[in-house]
């Protein structure tokens, strides 16, 4: 009888790109849901748009590199990325904004580094930041959170749409009226303008560690991401890197001066900390690979958020943490090597 | 009885992997009767190849040497049943590349008569080390957990180191395969009973046999005979059901917390590791006389109908043994000689069982394997290498092609055990990828070598030929200086004697 030939191991994986990124789609249910509870429908405006221009530009350089679109597409890369952007815009954003994010993500940042596996920078933080450059105004412009406030304006669904779709709300509402500061912003301008973070902390605009509303999107986002780490989706590596990185530091400063510094909660529950430590940073194409180089990575990325929050000119920093240590990547897989079995040191036989 | 221990060393990554073992350990090994035709290759082991010692017609008797062992490392092979030699030639066998192999081919006459032995069988214990060594050797038996090193040059050469331990490798962690629970099972006193003449042989005090703690009827069939031996110099080791803990430097890193250096062999660090059907070989020949001519294999899989543990003779086709099982279901895919991780796929089973072949695994297309996409870098397989490698980073290398940095990032130090590829989402075939890269670097290591030879030659050679050309001008330059200092006498001689000549030869014309 004749038989197949094909190479060792003869059990196939169960392991598969586009099931991981599917379970990563799935852990951010929860906190959809509640940001649309919060702020309104915008956020799924935004994932539309960016799921999109997205998917359009993964197939269009799929096309133009003469590689089958199919695949590309059916490891939902493009939509994690497409969905990360919406995360990271404000509810209230120009589909124009959204579309720039989207295409730098894919064309740019992707594709022409070589597409999926082969991209330096992470997509979504790449193109998120290409608009936080070029669209100031638009990507500063946060409204409340539903949190019962007198002189709350809950955006409608056609409100939202409008202003979507055209950058103007409708004639009987003006931005002020119903923009806020996003509490890192809040909390940065108050500092800076002598109040202790005691008095900041006492606002109704602030709830237990971060603002009032936003931390629930935080905690939702965190047990997504805790989800991710039961399922080994994730390891734990890079989302305690990043805690440990944004801890120390605030903590240390926040027990020196408490007054002059922010509490280490508020910056664990405010802004993309958690976004970012479970779904941003942990994107494995543009991370450390070894386990020591992620913990190293996440650590750097902490520690450039807090500088950034603390000592930056923006409001929230990790777009730019993220991007920065994407540029340490390669110095920090040769330094972080494992030792070999067999090997004293990394490289080095035993007794040589 | 010493109970079982647990205290072990710590072994990174691994798998726990669906053990399918169930299948092909539920009744008795089964004995495969004599075949028609036995075909037995004349290289079963790693070295040299043994040199025919029979004739094509001739007559032999089961247990007579048909090949001997030449060489340094080498093994002899045996008749595995009486008949007469009806072919030397080239036949299909499994190897990594296929291919055909040197085979002696027997006609059996079915009496199945066996050789009497040329010697009478002595107690081990009044055998020097040397002789035993020697005896072992002419049983042609090898490491019969799948590296058919011949296992007196194994012997011999950890007998001049330092030993601490002899590890009995009972772990056989690899899925499908039982062959070594099933012979712990019903021979523990052959395999213990090897153990005793291996410790003899090497001048060890202690030996671990180390057992996966799924085997539970092993390991009791063990630790009974060890209660019935009272020999203290014998401890069972329970290891963990962890993938690869079964390949023999994971084995000693397991047992006794010392990791193989990189490049080495477990006598550097003390110990020599044999598989228990290979300790129940040498019990077989040297107390009963028995040669390697027979093993026990698993044959199983969803593509046979009844899967199990057979002992069958060296050079029985592989369809023969399929055959004595049942046959195959209708849905047949792949033929792997060997276990699931590691084996090797072969095109046609009209190949013979060597002394290497544990398993006989035949798939279904149950087994669906995707197509291959790119790295996404997750890093999973780094989590399970029992190595502690990278293989996202090798692969990366192996891809550019980057020799230095394959070295730097241990390539050579992969034992190829394929728990990467089991863990990939994107479904890349790193171990074969890394198989080849292996491949690859070694070729280039010896083009190197051959280019340094060819280079060495080259420098000899110009160097000859300018010593020659200023040997030559030393001379020249001697004679003109001698026909100087000669002056005209010597001239004129010369012109005489040529004048003369002129004068004798009468010339053509």
């Known amino acids: 009888m004749e038989f197949a030939r094909r190479d060792a191991p003869f059990i196939a994986p169960k392991a598969n790109v586009a099931s991981i990124m599917r379970q990563v789609l799935y852990a951010l249910m929860p906190a959809t849901i509640v940001y649309v509870w919060f702020f309104g429908a915008g956020l799924v405006f935004n994932m539309l748009i960016a799921i999109m221009f997205c998917i359009g530009g993964e197939a269009g350089m799929m096309l133009a590199r003469g590689k089958s679109i199919r695949v590309a597409l ?71 959170p539903r949190i019962g406030d007198l002189d709350y304006h809950y955006v409608t669904i056609f409100e939202t749409l409008s202003y979507t779709l055209t950058g103007t709300l409708p004639d009987y509402l003006t931005i002020d009226a119903i923009s806020r500061a996003s509490p890192l912003d809040a909390v940065k301008s108050a500092l800076s303008t002598m109040h202790t973070f005691a008095e900041i902390h006492a606002n109704p605009m602030m709830g237990d560690f971060g603002g009032r509303g936003w931390e629930w999107i935080s905690n939702y986002i965190a047990m997504g991401g805790v989800w991710l780490l039961l399922k080994r989706i994730i390891r734990w590596h890079i989302p305690l890197g990043v805690f440990a990185g944004l801890l120390v530091p605030s903590g240390l400063m926040y027990l020196i001066e408490a007054g002059n510094h922010a509490s280490p909660g508020f910056y664990l529950f405010s802004g993309g900390t958690m976004l970012c430590a479970f779904f941003v940073a942990t994107d494995p194409v543009s991370a450390a690979t070894s386990p020591r180089g992620r913990f190293v990575y996440g650590v750097g990325i902490g520690f450039l958020i807090y500088a950034i929050r603390r000592w930056g000119s923006y409001a929230d920093g990790v777009a730019f943490a993220v991007i920065l240590m994407n540029m340490a990547v390669p110095a920090i897989d040769y330094l972080t090597r494992p030792r070999i079995v067999g090997h004293i040191k990394h490289g080095k036989a035993p007794g040589a | 009885m010493s109970a079982p221990t647990f205290d072990l060393g710590n072994l990174h990554g691994g798998l726990r992997m669906p053990r399918r073992k169930d299948k092909s350990n539920k009744q008795p090994i089964q004995q495969v009767p004599v075949p028609q035709q036995l075909i037995i290759p004349i290289t079963q082991h790693v070295g040299d190849p043994a040199q025919v010692v029979v004739g094509i017609g001739e007559r032999v008797l089961k247990g007579q040497l048909i090949a001997e ?225 027979s093993r026990v294999t698993t044959v199983t899989g969803d593509g046979i109908t009844a899967p199990m543990n057979v002992s069958a003779r060296i050079g029985t086709t592989v369809a023969d043994i399929i055959n004595f099982v049942g046959g195959y279901t209708e849905n047949v895919h792949h033929l792997v000689i060997g276990g699931p991780m590691t084996g090797r796929s072969v095109t046609t089973d009209r190949i013979p069982l060597v002394k290497a072949t544990n398993c006989i695994l035949v798939m279904s297309d149950e087994e669906q394997f995707g197509h291959e996409q790119p790295c996404i870098r997750c890093g999973a397989c780094a989590s399970v290498c029992p190595v502690q490698l990278l293989p996202q980073q090798l692969f990366w290398y192996a891809c550019a092609d ?108």
């Open chain 1, 74 to 144: 059916g490891d939902f890369s493009a939509i994690v990325t497409a969905i990360i952007i919406a995360f990271a815009l404000p509810p209230l954003t120009p589909w124009w904004v959204t579309a720039t994010a989207a295409l730098f993500g894919i064309v740019v940042a992707k594709h022409l580094y070589g597409g999926l596996g082969f991209n330096i920078f992470n997509p979504a933080m790449a193109g998120y930041v290409v608009v936080l450059v070029a669209f100031p105004v638009h990507l500063n412009f946060w409204v409340a």
């Open chain 2, 69 to 293: 062992s030449d060489g340094p490392i080498s093994a002899p092979v045996h008749a595995s049943s009486s008949g007469k030699v009806v072919a030397i030639e080239p036949w299909p066998v499994s190897r990594r590349l296929g291919g055909n192999a040197p085979c002696i081919i027997i006609e059996c006459d079915g009496e199945d008569r066996a050789i009497e032995l040329s010697e009478p069988i002595t107690p081990y214990e009044s055998l020097d080390q040397e002789i035993l060594f020697q005896k072992i050797l002419q049983g042609g038996i090898v490491g019969l957990g799948g590296a058919v090193f011949p296992t007196a040059q194994k012997l011999m050469h950890a007998s001049i180191t330092p030993l601490e331990h002899l590890v009995l490798n009972g772990i056989e962690c690899e899925p499908y395969i039982t062959c070594d629970d099933m012979l712990m099972r019903e021979q523990a006193n052959e395999v213990l009973g090897g153990a005793q003449i291996l410790m003899h042989a090497l001048g060890v005090e202690h030996c671990f046999v180390a057992v996966e703690s799924d085997k539970p009827e092993a390991i009791h069939a063990i630790a009974d005979v060890m209660t019935a031996l009272q020999d203290d110099r014998i401890a069972l080791k329970q290891i963990p059901t962890i993938y690869p803990s079964g390949a023999e430097d994971q084995t000693v890193q397991l047992v006794t917390n010392k990791e193989v250096p990189t490049g080495g062999l477990p006598t550097d660090v003390g110990c020599v590791v044999q598989n228990v059907g290979t300790a129940a070989a040498v019990y077989r020949w040297i107390c009963k006389g028995e040669p390697l001519i």
């Open chain 2, 402 to 509: 980057n020799e230095a940095k394959l070295r730097g990032y241990g390539l050579m130090d992969c034992i190829e055990c394929g728990c990467c590829d089991l863990v990939c989402p994107s479904h890349i075939p790193l171990t074969a990828d890394f198989r080849m890269a292996k491949a690859r670097m070694r070729e280039l290591a010896d083009e190197k070598a051959r280019a340094e030879r060819s280079r060495q030659r080259y420098e000899a050679h110009t160097e000859r030929l300018e010593k020659e050309q200023m040997l030559r001008a030393q001379q020249l330059e001697a004679q003109k200086q001698a026909a100087r200092e000669g002056g005209s006498k010597a001239i004129r001689d010369i012109l005489e004697r040529t004048s003369k000549k002129d004068a004798q030869d009468p010339g053509e014309d």
